[in-house]
């Protein structure tokens, strides 16, 4: 650890720098609670001052004289209660600003992470685990501005042990001099802890992130864990991961614990030493009791700076790795380029078109190999493949989660990678195979915040065959439906995804096997219910697939196949034949196999309905 990273020198000047950026995004805040600090750096000082002062106007004389008179002993009395008051607004605004600064810089961040991540395509989130995600987001955020809460007080502490050094100065040279000497060990022993603390601070944050990824897998696999009784394993792993987390972060606090009591010992070893060499002084007549009593005093008030700064620099480590950590997520860059033309405003279907796409999650492994065909506005295509044929990956491609490696796909004569950001969001609704629901209402989940009626929320509900369960359930639309819907089963959370989709009347719909928790019976009808709502073409949510409405379908089940006007049968990532069901079956020996192959073992066939979980 011999880089600039990890030296002290370079640690405290990037601590430096990342309190540079909040002080120029907050100068106001930090403005107030500056001078706050500064007003009770000085009224401190001026304490010392009122004690020196006490000391040979008022005590002396008393000694000598053996009375006290009652007009020194008031104006003491109001120097020492003024300064304690003045001393009091200037912590209230100090500790006031300092916590509004660091708190309106945490959420300020956040928030820059959180829409950094909403704009980064789907390939960079795929690289980075959850819990990683998650660590930058809170705890990272966190430490990054956590000097913040002691930088108003450590920079009014600096202009109270300016001045406390000036008055030393003035009250006595040599011993002052001797006080001053405290400065060079203090610095010393700062740099030594940059230096052994660093590399443990940066090993603390790397294990909160991963942490944060077991316990997030762990949950979200609750059901995995759980039914296959692997709760002692789960167990142990994270416990192996927390126990070397507790150990980086024992390491960080057994150098903290030795670095703070040394830094508090240093001032009051000077005063010691001043004290020893004040006597010898006053007996020898070379300084008054005053000046040393005020020297001294001014000593212990130094403490109080030098400890605050070393708290400012205590953060500085775990700061500048926290900081590194959000910057590295700020300045990512994602491939994903979006033009400016607006999406096609036709009436009606899309005209789906796409042309030799080529694409692979490794370069030199590409998944799907010169993938060509269109579909006509109003038509319905079922891509029908083996699992890994590259089914899942195609609809990623057409809804542009992620951007093809070559080849083209056009909507309306339109390049995906043409359209503004948002503009095919506006066209196009999938239905993925695996369907998510947010810890919200029935209606919040169905229309995601816009603003439809309540009359087109139903159509949708409807035409998805939800309406049913959904008019049982305690609220009716109103029901919470708790964390990712774990209040309904697999196939009620398909068909309020499916709804979600319908209510947007899209030009283009994508159905990644969107109906596979739903039994049979249930799946005809909502087939049926999109056939009829195709031939209608009237309004309503349902209607928004109408009459010249375009619909891709993933589909495994005959049923589904059967909605397609022409099915696209994949192949280890190429289209290897094409044509209606019937003529596939008829021709294509690897195709009836398969179809047949699923619908003889479809684990669904002739379930009985889902039931909303208690």
Known sequence: MTDERHSGAGTTSA?????????????????????????????????????????????????RDGEIGSSMLWAVLALFLGVAILR????????????????????????????QYLSLPMEWHQRHPTGELLSNANSDVEAAWGPIAPLPMAVGTVAMMVIAVGQMLFADLVLAIVGILVFPLVIATNVVYQRLAQGWATRAQQLRAELSEIAHESFDGAMVVKTLGREPEETARFRAKALDLREANIRVGRIRAAFDPTLAALPNLAVLVVLILGVHRVLSGATDAGDVVTVAY?????????????????????????????????????????????????????????????????????????????????????LVGATASGKSTLTSLLTRLVDVDSGSIRVDGVDLRELARGELAGMLSIVPQTAFLFDDTVRGNVTLGADVPDDEVWEALRTAQADGFVAALPAGLDTQLGERGTSLSGGQRQRISLARALVRRPRLLLLDDATSAVDPEVEARILAALRGARSRGGRGAASS??????????????????????????ADGAIV???????????????ARLVNAYEQHDPAKGAPEEVTAP
């Open 15 to 63: 601590g430096f720098a990342v309190l540079w950026v909040a002080i120029k995004r907050e100068p106001w805040i930090f403005a107030v609670s500056t001078i706050g600090s500064l007003l009770f750096g000085a009224l401190t000082v001026a304490d010392a001052w009122v004690l020196g002062w006490s000391t040979d106007h008022v005590v002396l004389p008393a000694f």
């Open 88 to 115: 009091a607004v200037g912590i209230v605004a100090r500790r006031l600003g300092a916590g509004v600064m660091q708190y309106r810089m945490q959420a300020r961040t956040r928030r820059a992470v959180t829409r």
């Open 298 to 382: 001014l000593l212990t008030i130094v403490s109080f700076p030098i400890r605050s700064i070393g708290w400012l620099l205590g953060e500085f480590p775990r700061s500048v790795v926290g900081y590194r950590r959000v910057e590295a997520v700020l300045r990512a860059k994602g491939s994903m380029q979006y033009g400016e033309a607006p999406a096609p405003r036709n009436a009606g279907g899309a005209r789906l078109e796409v042309d030799d796409v080529r694409y692979g999650y490794q370069a030199d492994r590409p998944l799907l190999r010169g993938v060509t065909f269109t579909v006509e506005p109003g038509r319905t295509v079922a």
């Open 545 to 570: 697939t109408d009459e010249s409405a375009t619909l891709v379908v993933v589909a495994y089940r005959k049923a589904t196949i059967g909605l397609a006007d022409e099915v696209l049968f994949l």
């Open 577 to 591: 034949d094409r044509g209606t069901h019937a003529e596939l079956v008829a021709r294509n020996a690897d195709y």
